[in-house]
């Protein structure tokens, strides 16, 4: 039941204004994110640097919350999922870079980067509040709304 470029049918469930702000912000700092080990990914490919598990873990990571903020505009479930998912796992992400900012010492870091940590920790907070409104009744509302219509056209047909 994809609409593609067209208009949705009459009485099938659009995405709010909300959630596609939702899903915008995760496709973007996803992004980012990705774009941040382009690099890496060419000196890899190249064979100049060294396998990094965790490099690829975030890359991975970052590439879930992007396919996740994709589908999340469609309503799918899975989506959801992933969305709930990535924004809990960024969040924590970000408090513990925060922290290791704010906390001289830390992984290895010898000096106290004050902006940096507070930068970090104003983005855990704007994917808490993200967060917040995936897991909210609204969504949860829509996504209940985009199943029963699917089931009624499947059953018309």
């Known amino acids: 039941m994809p609409y593609g470029n067209e208009q ?4 099938a469930p659009v995405p709010p204004q909300e959630l596609i702000g939702a899903s915008i912000f995760l496709g973007l700092v996803s992004v980012l994110s990705i774009s941040r080990h ?12 060294a396998l990094d598990l965790v490099a690829l873990g975030l890359i991975a990571l970052n590439s879930v919350g992007f396919v996740g903020s994709l589908w999340l505009l469609a309503l799918r479930r899975w989506a959801y999922a992933l969305c709930l998912g990535y924004a809990a ?3 924590c992400l970000r408090a513990f870079h925060s922290f290791s900012d704010i906390v001289p010492g830390m ?4 000096d106290l980067q004050l902006l940096g940590g507070a930068g970090e920790l104003a983005l855990a907070v704007v994917f808490l509040v993200v967060l917040a409104f995936l897991a909210g009744p609204e969504t949860r509302a829509q996504l209940d709304a985009r199943e029963a219509f699917r ?3 499947a059953a018309k047909d």
């Open 38 to 49: 382009g690099s890496y990914l060419i000196s890899l490919g190249m064979g100049r640097s």
């Open 151 to 153: 089931a009624a056209v």
């Open 8 to 11: 949705a049918p009459e009485g």
């Open 89 to 91: 796992v960024e969040v």
């Open 107 to 110: 992984l290895g870091k010898g």
